[in-house]
């Protein structure tokens, strides 16, 4: 046996003991699953909105976006609690607060757009979809961050994609909005623009720490 094989199997028996001296109490990669999965469902609820001919007051996407707000805050209490985690405890509270974000901002979109009397045009569609479908790649490498890297990283390229488009579309839609002659609508939906963007941000910050988690779980 190499002292490689043998420094490993060391590591490992560490590892296994420390693991029953201290069990892990809470399921952190669940809690971040039902996170991720009720963050999406909450973006069908967005691109809903959106698709209506009116746009009423977006109170069920607001309710969703308050009730991912308390599964945020559960983790976060757990967190504190818990003497083990199943990867960097950093990780973990960032990647949850991202993913909140990703919800909030589409929250901030919806509430803006109905105060402000914006209706959707192409790129607030586009870049919107563009957030449901990296969303869709998140929940998927969330859940296999600890158990099928090769899924993780399928679902991380997948999603930086989507990022780019949303970056792409906001570089365009602000280049055609700056040569617009009615400056009271460019304010308005330069917000909304800008609101979407940031959510863009936090979509690519959410797979930036996937997948930092997911090389040191490797």
Not at 138 to 155: F, H, M, N, P
Not at 183 to 191: D, I, Q
Request: hydrophobic share 35%.
């Amino acid at each position: 046996m190499d002292e490689k094989t043998n420094d490993t199997k060391k590591t490992g028996k560490k590892r296994n003991i420390f693991g029953s001296v201290f069990p892990q109490k809470y399921d952190f990669e669940a809690m971040l699953v039902e996170q991720a999965e009720n963050t999406l469902a909450g973006m069908e609820t967005f691109i809903q909105w959106i698709n209506e001919e009116t746009l009423t007051p977006p109170d069920e996407l607001i309710s969703v976006g308050s009730e991912v707000d308390l599964l945020r805050y559960k983790l976060e209490a757990r967190l504190i609690e818990a003497f083990s985690t199943p990867f960097n405890r950093q990780d973990i509270y960032m990647l949850s607060r991202n993913i909140d974000y990703i919800l909030n901002y589409a929250v901030e979109t919806a509430r803006e757009m109905h105060a402000f009397n914006v209706s959707p045009d192409d790129p607030i569609r586009d870049m919107s979809l563009s957030l449901l479908h990296g969303t869709r790649h998140v929940v998927e490498g969330t859940r296999y961050l600890g158990t099928d890297k090769g899924r993780v990283e399928d679902s991380i390229r997948k999603g930086r994609k989507h990022v780019h488009m949303i970056e792409d579309r906001y570089i365009t839609c602000m280049a055609d909005l700056f040569g617009s002659d009615d400056a009271m609508n460019a304010m308005k939906k330069r917000e909304i623009y800008y609101h979407l963007r940031d959510a863009g941000k936090a979509l690519r910050i959410t797979l930036y720490i996937m997948h930092k988690a997911m090389v040191g779980l490797a």
